[in-house]
């Protein structure tokens, strides 16, 4: 007797399973439709979105990127080279920056690890080509004239290295000592 | 000897061991800023705290200022001892900048490995930084002060080690700051060491500026080929460019330092800053061809000339800056082949002196630069350390600071970075000057022990050596002498005469036998004299020698292998008369030389940085190098082109014994000798016993246990004086500017002295001339316009002139000329 009502309890719960999914899809037909009609239609991505990389500048519009050469070395895939440089006024800067976008994964640790807030993945992620040289972005491909996702953040304002400011004039400094002196 | 326990794990020091360097034998790595071997312990940073739980002393102490003691149990790992360190790190960090990204330490900087592992990582203090003005230092070093950690590793290094007064501490308390009293170039020719001594980014290498990280560099093991010693090297490559020479610590040759010319005069290799100034292509009559095409052409004109004229009308130069593999393939070569050579001196004297200096060292007398740190007398005859072997005055300056007394004897206005008496004797007076020294230092009861030759050898020499001028006391010189126990001789190859390299090897050899443990020591003119000599017989000539035969048209092909006769050759004119006659000029090279220019074939080399390479320095030591990378045209300056390529540009060189062996057509070569360690066996006796099989060859001394070079008389020097009325112009070296390959790097064009003639200061006088005055020297065969300096500390009628890169001084006809008084004028 308990054989049986075990088994006629599972063909229930079966049936009932198998209504239940039913009830769902029926349901959704009667539903608005979540599908965009891309690329007729292009929806907003969020800011965080990790897609095209960009090299951001800072609020005076120079470069942000000091060449650190960190972005390069957290990439996964290895695609982001980089030559550093000396500007003439001191600053530190990437005489090129390339990035090979067809190996470029999207991970988004190159932005994780960059300090200065240079590089950045933006949410554009439409920008297939057909040969693959076409992929290797450079930086005049990459350096826009906004500050991205940051708008004041300005590396050499907190160096300590006398670029933009004398020593003793940036974010948090004493006035530089005066080693020829012994006053207080 | 203590035994001591730490972390649980037990050892047994030497006495006077600190407690810091037990735990490095035992692989367990405190943390430190201001401790360094070679500096000593001062406890200024505090990071070295380690905990003691037993023994004579208790808690938390810096383990660089304790003695390794019995008893001792010491825990780096003790919550007390790591939570001090932390806060150490934390308060080190206050005044630090926020420069990493900026800073080209960042990667290999000590004070980021040890705040990242102490765990600091936030910055808790809400004021203000300490900020330092920064000053210009010179070419090679950059100065950011911000990021002092003030452990004065820079200053004790500087002043205490290398001898140098400019650059120190200035300033108290939380004020101090290292640098110079004003800005300028750094004096020191050792300052790329503050560069890998300084635990922070205070100090860092200008012509790697901003360029790479330590992550990205391609590094192995190399030595230096610049100078005879053979220091130590790392090379560090990035993007086909050598980026930075670093100095490998070797405890017998240069410890953990290196001079500025090995550090930064390495850029021929990447053709310097316009990659441009190497000849990366083979060329023939000028145009380039491939590899291929080059060496078939040397094969079969180099067959063609032997067939017509026999095989001697074919010479091969090899060079003191050749590896021992390509110096022994030359030597096979011109023995299987029957070419004439391999001829490795331009000059006959230089060779005789660098081959009776060769044959007398051996294993009991020869010393490394360790021992001569160890020296309590030392005398330096006819060598000008600074610019001959830059780091042999800093071994000198070690034994200096132990209060060895230290003689220079020498005709040129020496200066070192220690305290010595300098006897500015004239060439032909450094062995009387030396054996009155040693003579005097002899007692009568040691002379009555002597073997007749060494008791011969010592009647001999001059009881008396008169030197008005510098007034120094030889008798009491010797005294001093007689109360060492370990002297030791430095004797150069370069200023002096002939039977000198001999005679310091008996004066040294007197010593020994008179109780001493007496060392010697050579200063040789390239980074592979001493292979070279081994290599030769007596029958090798010089290229001077050589000469005739080519100008009497009985030589009509040159294999100039890293080889260029018109480095130090004296008459250029002459010597492009002859090449031209020359049927065939094959040459191997990786520098821009003039014997390049005029190359009918040319076949592009490896540098040292680009092959695995044997070098054998002065003191007969094996040392070789790892190949850092593969080379080529460097990518650096300029956007790298977007196109794919198969090939590397500029990577067609190779190894310059691999080319000769294809130029040489000997296909049997390589059937017959296997491997390149057999090849350097077979030619080279003494690599026999070092085990033939054993390629790479990576240490020992390849010196007989006892030479047979025995006691020669003395002969007479000549009288003293001269009588002609004039001076004897002399070629010397200069630091920087007169070696190859270093002088071809455009980082060390800069620091090139000015062109300088140097003279004593009676003889200016006498001559109407002052310091400064611009001068117009006439030589055999045209005139030189240069610098005079002028130096009471110098040997009256001689003149110096430095054999440097860009001075035209080929106007001689001989190696050293005569010049008559009217012929020196002010311009
Ligand atoms: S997103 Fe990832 S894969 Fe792409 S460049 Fe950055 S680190 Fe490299
Ligand atoms: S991490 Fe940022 S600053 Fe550093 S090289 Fe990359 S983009 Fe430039
Ligand atoms: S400059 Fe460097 S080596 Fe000198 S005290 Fe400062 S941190 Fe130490
Ligand atoms: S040039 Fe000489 S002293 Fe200087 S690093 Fe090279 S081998 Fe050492
Ligand atoms: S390393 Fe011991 S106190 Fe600095």
Redesign the pocket.
Known sequence: MAQIKSVLRDLLDDVLGLADSYAVTLKHLFRKPITEQYPEYKRLFAERTRGRIILTRDPHGEERCVACYLCSAVCPTDCISIEGAERKDGRRYPLWFRINFARCIYCGLCEEACPTLAIQLTPDFEFSKYGVLDFIYEKEDLLVDHQGKNAEYDYYRHAGVSVEGDKGEHINEKPPVDVKSNLP | MPRLVIDDLEIEVPKGTKVIDAAERLGIMIPRFCYHEALGAVGACRMCAVKFIEGPLKGVQMSCMIDAQDGMVVSTTDQEAVDFRKRVIEWLMINHPHDCPVCDEGGQCLLQDETVSSGHGRRRYPGRKRTYRNQYLGPFIAHEMNRCIHCYRCSRYYQEFSGYRDLGPLQIGNRVYFGRFKEGRLES?FSGNLVDICPTGVYTDIPARFKVRRWDLQRAPS?????????N?IGNSHYRAVMR?E?RMNPY??GY???????F?FSYTNGGADHAQRPWNSRISGADVTVEAALAESASKIAEISAIYGPGAVVALGSTRNSLETQSMLSRLCRRKGWQGPVWFNDPAIYRKVRSGVERLDSGIAVSMREIEFADFVIVAGADLLNE????A?AIRQASRKNATIIVVDPRPISLPFEFRHIPAAPAQIERCLGSLVKGSISKDELKGFDSSAKGFCKALPAKFEEKESGISISELSGQLMSAKRPVIVCGTGIVCESTPAFAADCAQLLRESGKKAGLFYILPG?SSFSSALLSGPETKTFSEILPQIEEGLIKALIATESDPFWDFPDRERLDRALSMLDLLVVIDYLPTETVKRATVFHPSSTVFEMNSTFV?QEGRVQHAERVHVGGVPIWGAHPPRIIRNFVPGGDHQPAWELLWKISAETSMLESVLTLGELIAAEIPVFEAVGHSKYPITEGRIIPENSEGSFVKPKASPAKGQTAKGFNLLLTDT?FAS?EP?AYADTLASVFPEATLFMHSGDANGAGLSEGDMVSVELELGAIQLKLSVSQRMARGFLFLPRQRGIHWQKMKEFSAWIAPERIRKI
């Open positions: 020719p030595v230096c080929i610049n100078c005879p010693l053979g220091c090297t020479v100095a040759v240069n330092f290196l001079c500025d010319e090995g550090r005069g072997a830059p780091m042999a800093m980074a320095n630091i070696r270093s």
